[in-house]
């Protein structure tokens, strides 16, 4: 008789798509019903998997149709299992398995709206946050800014693309309308994406705007974050910066080394 | 008022069926304050820091009894158990004060990797201590009972030297658990590996029985011959109204939860299954009266 483990494991490498005979053989009756009967299991694994990869997925699924993503996701499936009981996870990687599959072709914006996608379930799942204390900043003394390290908002993600991704993206979910052609070429994405409440929000950022969120993000100070901005833009202003992401609720608190 | 919005806290939950609650029906539910006696919600749609589902959560909570339902815990699984997601267990209990916390009498996973499906376990003394040993593990790291559920099934391992219901009423007297009587899937896997459901139920101690789950399955064919399939996605067919019947005579007054997923139908479907689970068992305390 097959230990638990051994059962287990036979089971799940058929369900994954490997081995199908020793699993087939821990199941009561004959072989062909058996074969049946796992295979009732094996299209719900597959199923599941594959609703949840396309609840995070809707544009990549849009894009690149019904039959090629029911392929993919099987694909997906076998080479980066679910590793967490809740699904929601399952699709960790994706971006980068589309880039591996569509390295120098037509394609390779896929993998971008696919990284896009996951950053946008990212925010949409993160805590919220109070907006940053004016007050306590104005207490700084003037010597101390350099010094402060800004929190970004927990559902904030920067993003960039060598494509219009987020165009791309937009004329892609929420419509069934054919979408429009759209020029791969006519610009790239710099862009914040935020939830404030409910309300998803993306906020296009310059260069050297998206310098400075990303030395935020990394846990630098400010004067080394404004360094971050000047370098990747001539004309960045920082005091500006600062006072349009705080408005935005997307810089939302600070630390301080000088007691205020 | 209806008197759901002074039963928010304490005490067991209510005799009146209760209904499986879905995030399409989030904002009906918030903006019309439905006559439903409780809600059951499942754990993981729950586990974000943030969002909207959390967020109509709760709000619903605010006004509702809760019962939070786990699919993804992978009890009977012999991996390590998933401290992150007990951990997150955790926080949504703390956060949305459940009167009930259940999961699955099945394994999902092994080897760090999740089918994300309930699949049954081998019913066997091994398998007995080791899905009971866990569910006590369960219960010590959240301070409180959890339910099990039996879970329909399509295939029977060779290895079992059980019964069912043998395997359901040892793990509870294993692990002290509680149980999850879900009439629709033991009349499925009565129908797909040909029992007596009300054997089954004959099976089952009185005491540990404490949640009943209705819903509706589909058949597909195998061979000839239907087997049928937990889809969720129908009404509770008659011979399942027939076994909460004897399930009623049986156990009692055990709070009753309509369960819909596949094929959502619109709220007042749920609510009129609700409603007949309700006079059902109006009819039966009548005819013992």
């Known amino acids: 008789m097959p230990s638990l483990r051994e059962l287990q494991v ?45 609840s995070t ?44 599959l569509h390295p120098d072709d037509g394609f390779t914006y896929l993998a971008d709206v696919a990284r896009l996608e996951w950053l946008i379930q990212e925010s949409l799942l993160a805590a919220e946050h109070a907006s940053l204390d004016l007050e306590s900043l104005a207490r700084v003394p003037p010597a101390a800014y350099d010094g402060l390290r800004f929190e970004l908002h927990p559902a904030l993600r920067l993003f960039e693309s060598r494509y219009p991704a987020l165009a791309i993206w937009e004329v892609n979910v929420g419509s069934d309308a054919e979408p429009p052609t759209l020029d791969l070429r006519s610009g790239a994405d710099l862009i914040a994406i935020m939830r404030q409440r409910l309300q998803l929000q993306f906020h296009r950022l310059s260069a050297g705007e998206h310098c400075f969120l990303r030395a935020f993000e990394q846990g630098e100070c400010f004067s080394a974050a404004v360094d971050c901005g000047g370098e990747a833009d001539a004309a960045f202003a920082a005091s500006a ?18 007691k205020t | 008022m209806s008197n759901h919005l002074e039963n928010s806290d304490g005490g067991p939950l209510p005799a009146n069926a209760g209904i499986g609650l879905r995030a399409p029906h989030h904002l009906h539910v918030l903006s019309e304050s439905p006559d439903v006696s409780w809600f059951e919600a499942h754990s993981e749609n729950y586990f974000a820091e943030g969002g ?25 699984s012999i991996d390590p158990l998933n401290r992150e997601h007990l951990g997150n267990l955790r926080r949504v209990i703390a956060r949305f004060e459940p009167t009930l916390v259940s999961e699955h009498l099945s394994w999902s996973s092994v080897g760090g990797q999740f089918a994300n499906d309930l699949l049954p376990l081998p019913y066997t003394e091994e398998a007995l ?45 294993e692990s002290g658990c509680g ?3 879900d009439l629709n899937n033991v009349y499925v896997a009565a129908h797909n590996h040909e029992f007596d459901s009300h054997h089954y139920l004959e099976g089952i101690p009185r005491h540990i029985v404490q949640e009943f789950h209705l819903a509706g399955f589909s058949r597909i064919d195998l061979d000839g011959r239907d087997l049928l399939i937990d889809t969720h996605g129908t009404p509770v067919c008659d011979a399942v109204w027939d076994l909460y019947r004897a399930a009623l005579r049986r156990f009692g007054n055990v709070p009753t939860l309509i369960e819909w997923d596949t094929n959502l139908p619109s709220f007042d479907v749920l609510q009129a299954q609700a409603r007949k689970a309700d006079s059902l068992r109006s009819a039966l305390r009548a005819l013992a009266a």
């Open chain 1, 10 to 54: 036979h089971v799940m490498d058929a369900l994954l798509g490997a081995g199908l005979p020793r699993a087939t053989a821990l199941i009561a009756g004959s072989p062909t019903e058996a074969e049946r009967r796992f295979g009732v299991y094996a299209n719900t694994v597959q199923g599941n998997f594959r609703d949840a990869l396309h």
């Open chain 1, 57 to 100: 997925y809707p544009a990549v699924r849009r894009l690149v149709g019904d039959d090629y993503f029911r392929q993919t996701a099987r694909e997906f499936q076998r080479r980066h299992p679910s590793r967490s009981g809740d699904l929601v996870h399952c699709g960790q990687g994706f971006s980068d398995y589309l880039a591996q």
């Open chain 1, 241 to 258: 910066a600062l006072q349009r992401f705080v408005a935005a609720g997307a810089v939302v608190a600070f630390t301080s080394t000088v």
């Open chain 2, 52 to 76: 909207s589902h959390v967020e109509c959560l709760s709000r619903i909570r605010a006004r509702y009894r809760l019962s939070l339902h786990g699919v993804g815990l992978s009890l009977g």
């Open chain 2, 129 to 173: 201590r080791h899905v009971g040993s866990r569910i006590a593990q369960v219960q010590d790291a959240l301070g409180r009972q959890i339910l099990l559920e039996n879970v329909s099934s399509y295939m029977q391992f060779s290895a079992s030297t059980m019964t069912e219901w043998e395997f359901v009423a040892g793990v509870a007297a």
């Open chain 2, 179 to 181: 149980i999850l009587l």
